[in-house]
């Protein structure tokens, strides 16, 4: 036990002191998630903000074929200014991105109008330009309200209600609560969490084996009158508690960042308080041992410091891949995945966030398989540190 | 005191060692001789516990390096070849590190390290993080590392490799004073004049094998050859004819 806590105390002081680790482990990993949040949510905002209360303006080629209609557009707020000279310079001015949209009016507008047949309006657009077809849409909606009340006006004329041609209500009803539909968007944050801590320990992970190696340093570590076991744990609980740290930075991070980020706006009411960040914590702990297994074995298969990195950006990575496949699959939650690591966090995460109360047996399957699974990874890591071909 | 019995190591189809036997007595320096790729290291390696041998015995003090070899390790004081220190720890940091791994009272530690500074004359740059030490700085303070918990054994693979001339002489002094305090030092060269001014007995490793085992008087005479280099030239050849 003595040992094992020179070896951590080593090992954190020697690593307190490398200002690569201290970046990696008290910046990169928990700032990132953070910072890149902040930076979607605010452009998620700004875009759905935009839509209805801003003035659009619409170039409009033959305005004065459709004086009705460019009254009627104004009063949806779309103000209508003059069009490139014909249909082909709309067509290259659209196409070089100097106009999203351009409406086309064609001069016998008026009389097909008036014969009652569909009367042509062109819009041209880009449909591949994502920022574009927002005007475009906007412009087509308000086109399409413009037939609709002509279409009325008609059906009246006529002596038919208008109701004649709508024969269904659909009604939609959201049941999702502001807190649920957060978690959409927050539940991205688990990862987040899982990267940070894994950041916490990498370069831990990579001195405590390959660069220990390379640096020529392990040699006479291992002639020393103490077991080769003891020397593993101490650097495996090292990395361990640089990572917890890494976690605890990024929980914070997250809960200070998310208390400046303007949530109402979305509709979103996230469920991210002190007890939930807490909470998190300890349901993320068993994956720290995990992670600084993984990371260990991982290096300690490596040659050098350089190709210890390059594998270790890999192991970064991987927690994602459960996520992912079953975020695109769209599964539902089951007991099943509470047995694999990273997506069984994930899940308890995005409960949390939902506010729906933790299932007590998924919270002690998420906690046992991590921490066997790390356990199992820590002992692997112990055996192959007896190996005589640890030193390469 | 350091007892080797016919030790065998392969590493897959390289047999790197093939039954080399040789005792190294308390009170005495043996100089481990030979070309490079001779077996030297692997054989220190084998001593000092991070190799197992796949034939054959040795014992440190009595103690087998295989069947105890915790036990062997806390009799043995090891400096490997290019060993390395942690850069961002000083190197009296480095030192009390491996006195504390070695389990020494942490109250010993401090007066310990402070002893092994003086011992080996360390005190200018002690207080110093080892990162950009010379390489003559950095052998030192390995050395001072290895012998914290004043063990009898000492086994010193190539110890002068890149050390200056003030510097080699100064490890030649400790050495010789290691030795007159009864100490079993073992230490590998492939410097001939180095092993011919240092050491009382003589193990010339070649192929593997020990070719001969002898003071240098008596490699001399063994080999008909006034001068050692060519002494040790005649030796390797011995084993070459096998």
């Given at each position: 036990m003595r040992?094992?806590?020179?070896?951590?105390?080593?090992?954190?002081?020697?690593?307190?002191?490398?200002?690569?680790?201290?970046?990696?482990?008290?910046?990169?990993?928990?700032?990132?998630?953070?910072?890149?949040?902040?930076?979607?949510?605010?452009?998620?905002?700004?875009?759905?903000?935009?839509?209805?209360?801003?003035?659009?303006?619409?170039?409009?080629?033959?305005a004065n074929h459709a004086p009705n209609l460019v009254r009627y557009l104004g009063s949806r707020n779309v103000n209508v200014v003059d069009g490139p000279a014909d249909r082909e310079a709309a067509i290259t001015a659209v196409k070089a991105g100097d106009f999203d949209v351009v409406v086309i009016i064609p001069a016998d507008f008026g009389s097909q109008l008036a014969a009652g047949i569909p009367a042509r309006i062109e819009v041209v657009s880009d449909q591949a330009n994502t920022q574009a077809e927002r005007d475009a849409r906007r412009a087509r909606g308000a086109l399409a309200a413009y037939g609709q009340e002509l279409a009325a006006v008609r059906l009246a004329a006529r002596g038919i209600s208008p109701q004649v041609v709508q024969a269904l209500n659909v009604d939609d009803v959201d049941v999702s609560t502001p807190s649920g539909r957060s978690a959409l968007l927050l539940g991205m944050m688990s990862y987040f969490f899982i990267f940070a801590l894994l950041m916490g320990g990498m370069y831990l992970a990579i001195d405590t084996t390959a660069g220990e190696r390379e640096r020529g340093s392990l040699e006479p570590l291992l002639a020393l009158p103490v077991t080769r076991d003891q020397l593993m744990l101490g650097k495996i609980a090292a990395?361990?508690?640089?990572?917890?740290?890494?976690?605890?930075?990024?929980?914070?991070?997250?809960?200070?960042?998310?208390?400046?980020?303007?949530?109402?706006?979305l509709g979103m009411t996230p469920n991210f308080g002190p007890d939930v960040v807490a909470m998190a914590f300890l349901l993320l702990l068993p994956f720290i041992l995990l992670g600084a297994a993984i990371m260990t074995l991982v290096a300690s298969f490596t040659k050098s410091y350089k190709e210890a990195q390059t594998w270790l950006s890999i192991v970064l990575v991987a927690p994602t891949l459960p996520i992912l496949i079953v975020?695109?699959?769209?599964?539902?939650?089951?007991?099943?995945?509470?047995?694999?690591?990273?997506?069984s966090q994930h899940l308890l995460l995005v409960d949390m966030i939902k506010n729906e109360p933790l299932e007590p047996l998924h919270v002690a399957i998420s906690a046992g398989s991590t921490l066997a699974a790390g356990l199992l990874l820590t002992w692997i890591c112990a055996r192959l540190y007896r190996r005589e071909g640890l030193l390469g | 005191m350091i007892a080797v019995d016919g030790i065998h190591k392969?590493?897959?189809?390289?047999?790197?060692?093939?039954?080399?036997?040789?005792?190294?007595?308390?009170?005495?320096?043996?100089?481990?001789?030979?070309p490079n790729g001779a077996g030297k290291s692997t054989t220190l390696r084998?001593?000092?516990?991070?190799?197992?041998?796949?034939?054959?015995?040795?014992?440190?003090?009595?103690?087998?390096?295989?069947?105890?070899?915790?036990?062997?390790?806390?009799?043995?004081?090891a400096l490997p070849h290019g060993a390395g220190l942690y850069p961002h720890l000083t190197a009296r940091e480095n030192i009390a590190y491996y006195a504390r791994l070695c389990g020494l009272d942490e109250q010993r530690i401090e007066a310990r390290v402070d002893g092994i500074v003086e011992l080996l004359e360390i005190g200018d740059f002690a207080?110093?993080?080892?990162?950009?030490?010379?390489?003559?700085?950095?052998?030192?303070?390995?050395?001072?590392?290895?012998?914290?918990?004043?063990?009898?054994?000492?086994?010193?693979?190539?110890?002068?490799?890149?050390?200056?001339?003030?510097?080699?002489?100064?490890?030649?002094?400790?050495?010789?004073?290691?030795?007159?305090?009864?100490?079993?030092?073992?230490?590998?060269?492939?410097?001939?004049?180095?092993?011919?001014?240092?050491?009382?007995?003589?193990?010339?490793?070649?192929?593997?094998?020990?070719?001969?085992?002898?003071?240098a008087e008596g490699i001399r005479k063994h080999t008909g050859c006034k001068d050692l280099e060519d002494a040790f030239v005649h030796a390797i050849g011995m084993v070459d004819d096998r």
């Amino acid at each position: 036990m003595r040992t094992l806590l020179a070896v951590f105390a080593k090992e954190v002081l020697d690593n307190v002191r490398d200002r690569r680790t201290l970046i990696s482990a008290l910046v990169m990993g928990p700032m990132f998630g953070p910072a890149l949040f902040a930076f979607v949510i605010n452009l998620s905002i700004e875009r759905s903000l935009s839509d209805i209360n801003e003035k659009l303006d619409l170039a409009v080629i033959g305005a004065n074929h459709a004086p009705n209609l460019v009254r009627y557009l104004g009063s949806r707020n779309v103000n209508v200014v003059d069009g490139p000279a014909d249909r082909e310079a709309a067509i290259t001015a659209v196409k070089a991105g100097d106009f999203d949209v351009v409406v086309i009016i064609p001069a016998d507008f008026g009389s097909q109008l008036a014969a009652g047949i569909p009367a042509r309006i062109e819009v041209v657009s880009d449909q591949a330009n994502t920022q574009a077809e927002r005007d475009a849409r906007r412009a087509r909606g308000a086109l399409a309200a413009y037939g609709q009340e002509l279409a009325a006006v008609r059906l009246a004329a006529r002596g038919i209600s208008p109701q004649v041609v709508q024969a269904l209500n659909v009604d939609d009803v959201d049941v999702s609560t502001p807190s649920g539909r957060s978690a959409l968007l927050l539940g991205m944050m688990s990862y987040f969490f899982i990267f940070a801590l894994l950041m916490g320990g990498m370069y831990l992970a990579i001195d405590t084996t390959a660069g220990e190696r390379e640096r020529g340093s392990l040699e006479p570590l291992l002639a020393l009158p103490v077991t080769r076991d003891q020397l593993m744990l101490g650097k495996i609980a090292a990395t361990c508690s640089f990572m917890a740290l890494s976690l605890l930075l990024s929980l914070g991070a997250f809960y200070v960042a998310l208390g400046f980020m303007p949530f109402e706006q979305l509709g979103m009411t996230p469920n991210f308080g002190p007890d939930v960040v807490a909470m998190a914590f300890l349901l993320l702990l068993p994956f720290i041992l995990l992670g600084a297994a993984i990371m260990t074995l991982v290096a300690s298969f490596t040659k050098s410091y350089k190709e210890a990195q390059t594998w270790l950006s890999i192991v970064l990575v991987a927690p994602t891949l459960p996520i992912l496949i079953v975020s695109i699959l769209t599964l539902r939650p089951q007991l099943a995945f509470m047995f694999v690591p990273s997506l069984s966090q994930h899940l308890l995460l995005v409960d949390m966030i939902k506010n729906e109360p933790l299932e007590p047996l998924h919270v002690a399957i998420s906690a046992g398989s991590t921490l066997a699974a790390g356990l199992l990874l820590t002992w692997i890591c112990a055996r192959l540190y007896r190996r005589e071909g640890l030193l390469g | 005191m350091i007892a080797v019995d016919g030790i065998h190591k392969s590493f897959g189809k390289v047999h790197a060692v093939r039954g080399v036997s040789f005792d190294a007595p308390d009170g005495k320096i043996t100089g481990l001789l030979g070309p490079n790729g001779a077996g030297k290291s692997t054989t220190l390696r084998i001593l000092y516990t991070v190799l197992k041998p796949d034939a054959g015995h040795a014992t440190i003090d009595g103690i087998d390096v295989v069947a105890d070899s915790l036990g062997a390790r806390q009799r043995i004081g090891a400096l490997p070849h290019g060993a390395g220190l942690y850069p961002h720890l000083t190197a009296r940091e480095n030192i009390a590190y491996y006195a504390r791994l070695c389990g020494l009272d942490e109250q010993r530690i401090e007066a310990r390290v402070d002893g092994i500074v003086e011992l080996l004359e360390i005190g200018d740059f002690a207080d110093r993080r080892t990162r950009g030490f010379s390489q003559g700085q950095r052998t030192k303070v390995a050395l001072a590392r290895a012998l914290v918990h004043d063990p009898q054994n000492i086994i010193l693979d190539e110890p002068t490799n890149g050390l200056d001339v003030m510097a080699t002489r100064s490890l030649r002094e400790l050495i010789l004073k290691l030795r007159d305090a009864g100490r079993c030092i073992l230490f590998s060269s492939h410097v001939m004049q180095e092993v011919a001014a240092l050491c009382d007995d003589i193990v010339i490793i070649a192929h593997g094998r020990v070719a001969i085992d002898d003071s240098a008087e008596g490699i001399r005479k063994h080999t008909g050859c006034k001068d050692l280099e060519d002494a040790f030239v005649h030796a390797i050849g011995m084993v070459d004819d096998r």
